[in-house]
């Protein structure tokens, strides 16, 4: 047990949200006020330029506290919230606006970022999970999933392959380039996929084609109209981490 | 109360099955052993070939009525099941299978023959409708769905066209034809589409294009790989009826 992991903590209608500092990374665990060991935990990524703490990460990992008993952890990606942000992530999101600004395609950009962000990204999931899964009410045997769109797929899908502890995994929304596909076909464990079908700056083709090259024997797709800001959760949902993290 | 509509019951671990008949159209309706005026009613169409006891069907009606509390009810399409088949769609069926055999196109025919069950099963749906909305554990005012893929869906989007007491419907895996996308783009209650990825004889572009078309704003795709005959009902369920059948 380590309970110096945990800097503040406090209980809200049933949900215990602790957070915690691990390095230089800033996260928060949710978790039942009545959790036992085994009880199984979805690591939650947050979009782009969001933070573990979004109003919409944050419902989502209450739900799945109250609904399904399970616990939820978020960090945040590196220059996102708590977290200074480089020079040179600075720069490439000031390439992105420039190049949204002036209608060229931010490609190239979007692909390099955040192909950097989830080099540094995924070792940190890693480090999370060691720490969070010597807690006793998890425990070394808890069952494990990773949920995130957009930002959090492209990290996310690396995680998946890297890290043999994830068993289950809902990604989608995402900008696809080379390196990410090529994570995707290494990808065998359970996924569901949302595509929104209407996105703006991310085609609908793009992720039919990313959604194919997932090795999972169980994938299944969620498309719906709108963009990834209109993700109708109650539309999509499969009840997807009660079924696979299974205690 | 219509007690001479049933012409056989039983029931079993809580499933009360009653066999109906309606002039022609024979049918099936599965209910809750307990079921109170207003009990939601799922309207289950069969694929083609198949009938109102294929055990996919009855499968899915009975977990409707253990899992939702609610009422379903089937009926076999013109040719199908209990009822004798007319020498034209008997014309239509050889013609189909000698196409399929040659590697020919089956789609004229599958387009006149579908086309021409829609037209008589619509009306039979309709008259079912009547029949059953007088029962007092379902009632004028109980919320009625449809569900149905394949040729079920090709009865059911022209359907719900013409019967506004259907206020949510599932469809999905169809051949598409000019006809049926022209009924779609009529069709407004919420819906959730099942499109099989892999289907030998019908594109994914096809199901991709027709879902497209669907006026509804409240509608969701769920794809997977496979064909129709394959669908992964625990990945794509999302408690659609349950959501959306409300008394």
């Known amino acids: 047990m380590n309970n110096s992991l945990f800097t503040a903590q406090h209980t809200s ?66 220059g996102h919230g708590d977290r200074s942000r480089s020079a040179e992530d600075q720069y490439w999101i000031d390439d992105m606006l420039a190049e949204r600004a002036a209608g060229h395609s931010m490609a190239a950009t979007i692909a390099a970022y955040n192909s950097s962000l989830a080099e540094r990204a995924v070792p940190e999931w890693q480090e999370t999970l060691d720490a969070l899964l010597q807690l006793p009410e998890l425990g070394a045997d808890a069952p494990v999933g990773y949920s995130g769109m957009t930002l959090a797929s492209a990290i996310g899908i690396p995680l998946v392959v890297a890290e043999s502890r994830i068993t289950a995994a809902i990604f989608g929304g995402v900008f696809v380039y080379d390196a990410l596909t090529r994570a995707a076909r290494n990808v065998t464990i359970p996924i569901e996929f949302l595509l929104p079908l209407d996105d703006p700056e991310i085609s609908r083709e793009s992720g039919l084609a990313l959604f194919e090259e997932f090795a999972s024997q169980d994938k299944t797709l969620h498309a719906f109209p709108g963009s990834h800001f209109t993700v109708p959760v109650e539309r999509v949902d499969t009840r997807f981490f009660a079924r696979h993290l299974v205690r």
Do not use: C, Q, Y
Request: zero cysteines; charged letters at 20%.
């Open 13 to 78: 209608n049933g949900v215990v949200e602790r957070d915690f500092r691990i390095g230089d990374v800033s996260g928060v665990l949710w978790s039942p006020a009545d959790a036992s060991p085994g009880t199984p935990l979805v690591l939650m990524g947050h979009g782009g330029g969001l933070h573990k703490r979004s109003p919409g990460l944050v419902g989502r990992a209450r739900d799945a506290v109250l609904r399904d008993g399970h616990a939820v952890a978020a960090i945040d990606a590196p």
